[in-house]
């Protein structure tokens, strides 16, 4: 098998403007797959074919509602979707026959809740499919899940489970020196030791998508994640079509991850012009690709200090967050307080951090 990488300029794909490296070649793992002609696909953007949604049932009820694609749909086998806790013990368990989309659902009984860094609970759900004349398993696949929800609220600020967090958080970038963005499970460890190490309960992986074992490690740790697409300082219509291919990636390949709780849109997209008509457009339409994909969580962007506090782009997104350098590239850091009096005067509703 051949792998080939080009890294070579091209202006229909982001990014191609930002203060930070632009790496080239394959730096993650390759792996050559074995699959069945019935299996779970692997055919959808990079995704596991599979998408569990963690919903609450009643007041304390709790119940998995899981969707799943299936490539070569044969009526000799079934599916069948195990729900298993932490400790390893099968909880709930469904079967279903096979077709192109497979929809099920697992009860929790006795929830535990994945609470962020007081106790990130993960469970399994062991996907399956058999040949229902021998039992034979012919292709599966374990998802770990957690149990949550999420609420902003403009004035209290944000809630997980019902309960109020305060956000302490860091941007992360995935490179290091001498090895570029080819790092390793160990920098991806120490990484999230260093973030563990300095109070932080959140983290912004900045400005892209980044490898899934990081995500895995969010999940585990507690850590709640903020996911972006590196549609980043130019805007370019020749780059739409790109961009909203990375975002869809960027949605079911991650959307397993308890850790995640919204999906970032864009990056100070206005540091070289305007918030054009163009622009606003597309940024819409990728609102609405991101809540149509998941209405579970919330979308994102990150404006640079120079936007405005009444610009257009601050009411796109359900969430919206600001860079600022007050006290480093410019003024003083006790101006921040003048700008966010300005801000909720001009935005009295707008869900904010910074």
């Known amino acids: 098998?051949?792998?080939?990488?080009?890294?070579?300029?091209?202006?229909?794909?982001?990014?191609?403007?930002a203060d930070f490296t632009f790496y080239g070649g394959v730096y993650r793992d390759v792996n050559l797959i074995e699959v069945p002609d019935c299996r779970f696909t692997m055919n959808d953007y990079g995704s596991d074919g599979i998408y569990i949604t963690p919903r609450r049932v009643g007041e304390d009820g709790w119940e998995l509602s899981i969707k799943a694609l299936i490539d070569n749909a044969d009526c000799s086998h079934k599916a069948r979707f195990t729900l298993i806790d932490a400790d390893g013990n099968e909880k709930a368990s469904a079967i279903a026959d096979l077709r192109p989309i497979i929809s099920a659902k697992l009860p929790v009984e006795d929830p535990v809740l994945w609470n962020g860094r007081k106790n990130p609970y993960l469970y399994t759900v062991r996907c399956e499919i058999f040949d229902s004349t021998t039992e034979e398993v012919t292709d599966n696949i374990d998802i770990r899940t957690g149990l949550r929800e999420y609420h902003i609220d403009s004035h209290k600020g944000f809630f997980l489970n019902?309960?109020?967090?305060?956000?302490?958080?860091v941007s992360r970038h995935q490179d290091r020196e001498n090895m570029g963005n080819a790092i390793t499970e160990k920098q991806h460890a120490e990484d999230v030791k260093i973030i563990l190490d300095v109070g932080a309960n959140s983290v912004?992986?900045?400005?892209?998508?980044?490898?899934?074992?990081?995500?895995?490690?969010?999940?585990?740790s507690g850590l709640l994640v903020w996911a972006e697409v590196p549609v980043i300082s130019r805007f370019s219509p020749k780059r739409n079509e790109n961009a909203e291919q990375q975002l869809v990636e960027l949605i079911k390949q991650n959307y397993n991850h308890p850790s995640i709780f919204c999906?970032?849109?864009?990056?100070?997209?206005?540091?070289?012009?305007?918030?054009?008509?163009?622009?606003?457009?597309f940024l819409k339409h990728m609102h609405?690709?991101?809540?149509?994909?998941?209405?579970?969580?919330?979308?994102?962007?990150?404006?640079?200090?120079?936007?405005?506090?009444?610009?257009?782009?601050?009411?796109?997104?359900?969430?919206?967050?600001?860079?600022?350098?007050?006290?480093?590239?410019?003024?003083?850091?006790?101006?921040?307080?003048?700008?966010?009096?300005?801000?909720?005067?001009?935005?009295?509703?707008?869900?904010l951090c910074l």
């Open 1 to 17: 098998v051949d792998i080939t990488a080009d890294n070579s300029p091209d202006e229909s794909v982001y990014p191609t403007m």
């Open 162 to 169: 019902g309960e109020h967090i305060k956000l302490q958080g």
């Open 204 to 220: 912004r992986l900045a400005h892209y998508q980044q490898n899934s074992y990081f995500y895995d490690l969010c999940d585990e």
């Open 263 to 281: 999906w970032g849109i864009e990056n100070e997209i206005t540091i070289a012009g305007s918030a054009s008509k163009k622009l606003i457009t």
């Open 288 to 351: 609405k690709v991101a809540r149509h994909l998941d209405p579970t969580r919330y979308t994102t962007c990150a404006q640079l200090t120079m936007c405005p506090v009444n610009s257009p782009l601050n009411h796109i997104t359900d969430i919206i967050g600001y860079n600022h350098y007050y006290g480093w590239y410019m003024g003083s850091c006790d101006e921040i307080n003048n700008w966010l009096d300005e801000w909720h005067r001009e935005n009295p509703e707008g869900k």
